[in-house]
C-alpha cells in the first residue's frame, strides 16, 4: 500500500504526518524518526533499533536511550 500526502511546511519548517500513514506505520507520539536528505529528496522512516557501533539489530542491550549488540559489547569488555 502506498500513502501519498501533500502538505504544506509551515512557518517552523513543521509538516503533519497524516493519521493514515500513523497508523500504518505504527507510529506514536515519542518515536524516533530518522530524516535522510539528499540533492531532490527527503524520506522520512521510523528509526529502528540497532547497535550504535555495527547497526546489528538482534541481541541488543539498551542504555541510556542506545543500543549495542552482544558481540560489541562483548568487545568492549576486552
Ligand atoms: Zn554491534
Redesign the pocket.
Known sequence: MIFTNFKEIDKAGRIVISKDIRRHLNINPGDILQINADEHSITIQKAEEK??????TEQLTEFKGKY??A???ARLKH
Not at 547497535?51 to 546489528?56: I, L, S
Open positions: 547497535c550504535v557501533f555495527c547497526n546489528a549495542i549488540c558481540g560489541c559489547l
